[in-house]
Nanobody, 123 residues
């Protein structure tokens, strides 16, 4: 069982930046593919960004050039640096973990989920 705990959310103004992080309890964290998903009010949860065990990264089109995902295997942590934030980025951001062959761009590919952290972007 892997536990994931997100942190770093909060209120930020349009155009501002925020960094959220996720700490994992996995003993073999370096072998997990990790992802960030978000759920805006009244909408379904959607893939946002992900990073594979080998460092390969993936981004949803709506965050390319603004968000950067990274991982620190020694600290068992992934982070999402979010810049140039827009009101439509307001959402609960969830950290997720999947196995080596997991498709990190889909919810079905992920096995473990955090409880989420809320990011609110004011206009």
């Amino acid at each position: 069982q892997v536990q994931l705990v997100e942190s770093g959310g909060g209120l930020v103004q349009t155009g501002g930046s925020v960094r959220i992080s996720c700490v994992a309890s996995a003993r073999t964290f370096s072998s997990y593919n990790m992802g960030w998903f978000r759920q805006a009010p009244g909408k379904e949860r959607e893939f946002t960004a992900g990073i594979r065990w080998n460092g390969g990264t993936y981004y949803a089109d709506f965050v390319k050039g603004r968000f950067t995902v990274s991982r620190d295997n020694a600290k068992k942590t992934i982070s999402l640096q979010m810049n140039s934030l827009k009101p439509e980025d307001t959402a609960v951001y969830y950290c997720a973990a999947g196995g080596l062959l997991a498709d990190i761009r889909t919810e079905e590919g992920m096995d473990y989920w955090g409880k989420g952290t809320l990011v609110t972007v004011s206009s």
